[in-house]
């Protein structure tokens, strides 16, 4: 069962640009939200992360909205970047497990 | 700290051969994970340790794969009698609380 999807296998967007990538959660229950940055050859890197009690969260470049009664979450990425090119993983967990739920993942290209 | 290493980072076997990979957490982190990956997935929920404790596990984890985690350090994963569809990227990750978790580079493994 596919709890956490992103429905998006790629995206390329020009150097500058805004680049947003989209997940979905079906499981009620998921009460943080994490993106992580993948390259290859490399494990993923944790990049940024919300609880449920917030609708937004910034660092730096990277921002993440959260839509609860919509079950969506995205990652903005303002100006995208030719380094920021790698594959991004959507995750969710719950207070009650101890597993974390993957999304397929998104690969980014950005265009210089 | 160098972070969270995994040894080895590839391993080539044959089918019915059994393999052991190791993961080195993160020194303070009591949490330790473990995922496999596949072509195209997200990383999927193998075990969990706390400390030494083996918590969880994922219906995934059949009867030939088992985790040890002594004296809460390192931990490892074995995999008896592989089979092809053992193929993947076995990653391994560690963390202070449920939240962030940091992953290892990850080992791939080829069951031929």
């Known amino acids: 069962d596919q709890q956490v999807k992103q429905n998006s296998p790629s995206l390329s967007v020009q150097e500058g640009r805004i680049s947003i990538l989209n997940c979905d959660y079906t499981n009620s229950m998921f009460d943080y939200f994490l993106w992580y940055k993948k390259y290859p050859a490399e494990g993923p890197t944790f990049l940024i992360s919300i609880s449920s009690i917030k609708d937004k969260n910034e660092d730096g470049r990277f921002t993440v909205f959260l839509n609860k009664s919509a079950k969506h979450l995205s990652l903005h990425i303002v100006p995208s970047q030719p380094g920021d090119s790698a594959v991004y993983f959507c995750?969710?967990?719950?207070?009650?497990?101890?597993?974390?739920?993957f999304g397929a993942g998104t690969r980014l290209t950005v265009k210089p | 700290d160098t972070g969270v290493s995994q040894d080895p980072r590839h391993k080539i076997t044959k089918r019915g051969q059994n393999v052991t990979f190791r993961c080195d957490p993160i020194?303070?982190?009591?949490?330790l994970y473990w995922y496999r990956q596949t072509l195209g997935q997200g990383p999927e929920f193998l075990t969990y340790f706390q400390n030494e404790a083996q918590l969880e596990k994922s219906r995934l984890l059949s009867d030939r794969f088992s985790a040890e985690r002594p004296k809460g350090s390192f931990s490892t994963l074995e995999i008896q009698r592989t089979e092809q569809g053992d193929s993947a990227m076995y990653l391994c990750a560690s963390s202070f609380s449920r939240d962030e978790q940091y992953f290892g580079p990850g080992t791939r493994l080829t069951v031929t």
């Open positions: 020194s303070e982190h009591n949490r």
């Open positions: 995750a969710a967990s719950s207070y009650n497990n101890n597993d974390m739920r």
